[in-house]
């Protein structure tokens, strides 16, 4: 069965640092991956998909993420973060063309001032 | 993108009474949707798939009796807790794909349930 596993449960880092999220997920022949985002008792908010093609993937407010197939990696990365910023960052993984998202344990992104 | 929108958004509830949520699909027509508790500090695990006019597939070790699911329409799922203790105390989320593909699962605000 496919899982997710992401290494770090809190990440503190300064304003206008960078920032990298990781994530490693179990083999699998096709696989959809997926950042989400959310903030305190909201729903989460689809911050980029790696689907096919490029490896590299960019998604919205700056973050990009890079698939590595090699290293069964998505690691999320943002060259300068912000306070806005600060929230819990969700590491998913589906089956291509199937509907069951294995989420990793969140990493909360703490932006210091 | 589309949108899911899940009502209520928090609730408190006395031990022993049901709590009705409720996961609409605004914008599009959602024949499949899926249900999430999320734990404290923990990730988001699914509880159960809610298939539009038939019964739905709960994961294993959720119980089908206390949290009850209806999918009476295309748009609309609902989830009961039934008789909820304070151990049903969570966040629960709901999603659902847009018919145009499986490449995206778009979530409702999540529901805080509170059990005193």
């Known amino acids: 069965a496919q899982s997710v596993t992401q290494l770090d449960s809190q990440v503190p880092v300064f304003e206008e640092a960078p920032v990298e999220l990781r994530c490693n997920y179990s083999?699998?022949?096709?696989?959809?991956l997926f950042w989400y985002v959310q903030y305190p008792n909201q729903g989460l908010q689809l911050l980029l998909k790696?689907?096919?093609?490029?490896?590299l993937v960019k998604g919205i407010n700056g973050f990009e993420a890079e698939f590595n197939k090699s290293q069964t990696s998505f690691h999320l990365r943002k060259p300068s973060v912000h306070i806005s910023d600060t929230a819990e960052y969700f590491c998913?993984?589906?089956?291509?063309?199937?509907?069951?998202?294995?989420f990793g344990t969140g990493t909360r992104l703490k932006v210091l001032a | 993108g589309a949108v899911v929108s899940q009502h209520p958004s928090r609730v408190i509830c006395k031990s022993g009474t049901s709590v009705k949520i409720e996961c609409r699909s605004l914008?599009?027509?959602?024949?499949?949707m899926f249900w999430y508790r999320q734990f404290p500090k923990k990730s988001l695990m699914l509880m159960a798939t809610?298939?539009?006019?038939?019964?739905?597939?709960?994961e294993q070790g959720v119980e089908k009796d206390k949290f009850l699911i209806n999918h009476a329409s295309l748009t609309l799922s609902t989830l009961t807790v039934t008789s909820a203790h304070p151990e049903d105390s969570s966040f629960y989320i709901c999603?659902?794909?847009?018919?145009?593909?499986?490449?995206?699962?778009?979530f409702g605000q999540g529901t805080r349930l509170t059990v005193v």
């Open positions: 999603s659902a794909f847009h018919p145009r593909g499986l490449d995206e699962a778009f």
């Open positions: 083999s699998s022949v096709s696989v959809y």
């Open positions: 790696y689907l096919s093609g490029s490896t």
């Open positions: 998913a993984v589906t089956d291509s063309g199937t509907y069951k998202y294995i």
């Open positions: 914008d599009f027509q959602a024949t499949t």
């Open positions: 809610s298939n539009e006019g038939s019964k739905a597939t709960y």
